[in-house]
């Protein structure tokens, strides 16, 4: 029996809807998927390019700030393990005024380093840098291994391209500001 209120065709039985085994509206038809076409595969192929650049630029960054995590933090931690003992040694000793310049002018190199070294956060910056960088070649990945299937078997095409697109919106807008020298290469988005 027809139901009079639907005056068109679908494709869910109406038995179906009527016991709620599907929850979408009557009045949904279903969607034509977008064919994969060499367009399409063209689009991705642009995005693997921006993707590329992200990566190393990321990556570049990762490394210029792991250089600068070492230039200032490995100098303070070795330059105070050094002068515990010798700091011991000077203190013992009687009131020699060089020996405590001296003293008072390492511990002050190592407030500097250390000092510095935390209040720029090299090493968390490099690791956000990094970490960055292997999500945005994930996103990569996920793109070849699409593109690498037989058309039949692929997502559709609008679909999927909605997910890269949307997941690499997300990674633009929580990635980390590249510093000015590696940020000179303007990526198209």
């Known amino acids: 029996m027809?139901?009079?209120?639907?005056?068109?065709?679908v494709d869910v039985s109406i038995a179906m809807v009527k016991r709620g085994s599907i929850s979408a509206s009557l009045h949904d038809r279903p969607r034509q998927e977008e064919p994969w076409t060499h367009n399409i595969e063209r689009v991705f192929s642009d995005l693997q390019?921006?993707?590329?650049?992200h990566i190393d630029n990321h990556n570049k960054a990762g490394y210029h700030f792991h250089d600068l995590d070492t230039r200032w933090g490995y100098?303070?931690?070795?330059?105070?393990?050094?002068?515990?003992?010798?700091?011991?040694?000077i203190d013992s000793c009687d009131e020699d005024l060089t020996a405590k310049?001296?003293?008072?002018?390492?511990?002050?190199?190592?407030?500097?380093?250390?000092g510095t070294s935390q209040y720029y956060n090299y090493g968390k910056r490099s690791q956000t840098h990094f970490d960055i960088s292997a999500r945005y070649a994930d996103?990569?990945?996920?793109?070849r291994m699409?593109?690498?299937?037989?058309?039949?078997?692929?997502?559709?095409?609008?679909?999927?391209?909605?997910?890269?697109?949307?997941?690499?919106?997300?990674l633009n807008s929580s990635a980390p500001i590249l510093p000015k020298h590696i940020g000179l290469q303007e990526i198209s988005h």
């Open 2 to 9: 027809e139901d009079p209120q639907v005056d068109h065709p």
């Open 49 to 53: 390019e921006e993707l590329k650049q």
């Open 75 to 89: 100098p303070g931690a070795i330059l105070s393990l050094m002068m515990v003992p010798i700091s011991a040694l």
């Open 146 to 170: 699409e593109l690498a299937k037989r058309a039949q078997y692929r997502q559709s095409a609008d679909n999927f391209l909605q997910k890269i697109q949307m997941r690499i919106d997300s």
């Open 101 to 114: 310049i001296v003293n008072a002018a390492a511990y002050s190199v190592i407030a500097v380093l250390v």
């Open 139 to 143: 996103v990569m990945s996920d793109i």
